[in-house]
């Protein structure tokens, strides 16, 4: 028999939508999130934290034994400015005979619709003003060398080497994994996700990532490197504005992801009249520069803890 949208459960395509989303736009989690079920208002700040990794360890000294190092967070304001959501509807012509795979078919597309959006917002905030360091490399000189080059530029600037995520866009992309150093490696360790997927294992202790649709944003902008106290992504759901105790000609409820956090706010409907349903994902979400430094002279704020991969001049 076959399969109709009608039958579909909503909740089933959200979190299938979540790890398609996740898995599309891998970066996404790699850099540091704060993602919950929880409603707020448009515009409303959220506050994120970041870890700030400790300094150098203690001398132990007699008579005060070991003296704990607090643990340090900063807080991020994040102003959640960003309200998603993707909408479909089905009409019961629509619907009258298929045999696709309509709960993967359907997240697949809303999962793309929604990170393409939220990483076209993520990648707008990376300007040279709020991320002064910057590594020209051209895209055929995009190899293992030119990646323990910016690694070696991070580690020069304190970065800690730990919890490393590198974004490039296609071209940038396709040749670091055409390095031969690299396919050899996979190759000799019997790994051939690089051939069969086109992912890319840690190089120089980053973990590569691709977003075909980076803009160069002015200034030749290829891609990022560097720590995921760099960028924060915070999400959050509408508030649901029907009272409890209201019927109401359809259904809204939170729809989260037990291992990420990650939550939609699903609505979905049928209209009789039309015999047409209709179901819309929603997220409301904030994007912000990560852990920054203040330059005592110029009051400035930057931050030293990514850097821009750009065409050379």
Known sequence: ??????????????????????????????????????????????????????????????????????????????????????????????????????IQEQADLSAYAI??????????????????????????????????????????????DMNRVMILNSDYYAALGADITIVGNL??????????????PRVGGFQPSEYPLMQDQ??????????????VLTTRTPVNPAPSDTPIPGRIETVQDARTGFAFQLREYYDMILDKFTRSLVVIAGVAV????????TGASTCSRMVRITTPA
């Open 218 to 231: 002015g200034y030749g902008l290829q891609g990022v490197a560097g720590n995921k106290e760099a960028l």
């Open 115 to 160: 990170g393409n959006t939220l990483s076209k917002k993520l990648f707008a905030i990376i300007t040279a003003a709020a991320f002064p360091q910057v590594m020209p490399i051209s895209a055929v000189g995009m190899n293992r060398l030119s990646t323990n080059a910016v690694r070696a530029k991070l580690n020069k600037l304190g970065v800690p």
């Open 290 to 297: 990560g852990y920054s430094e203040t330059d005592a002279g």
């Open 1 to 102: 028999m076959p399969n109709t949208y009608g039958t579909l459960n909503g909740v089933l395509v959200v979190q299938q939508t979540i790890k398609s989303l996740l898995a599309m736009f891998p970066y996404l989690s790699q850099i540091t999130t704060d993602f919950s079920e929880k409603p707020i208002l448009y515009s409303q700040t959220a506050t994120s934290r970041v870890a700030v990794p400790h300094g150098d360890a203690q001398t132990f000294v007699p008579g005060t034994g070991y003296v704990a190092t607090n643990v340090t967070t900063v807080d991020i304001p994040v102003t959640m400015n960003i309200w998603l959501h993707d909408t479909y509807s089905i009409t019961g012509a629509d619907a009258s005979s298929t045999n696709r795979d309509l």
């Open 187 to 200: 190759y000799n360790k019997g790994s051939d996700d690089s051939i069969t997927e086109g992912s890319l």
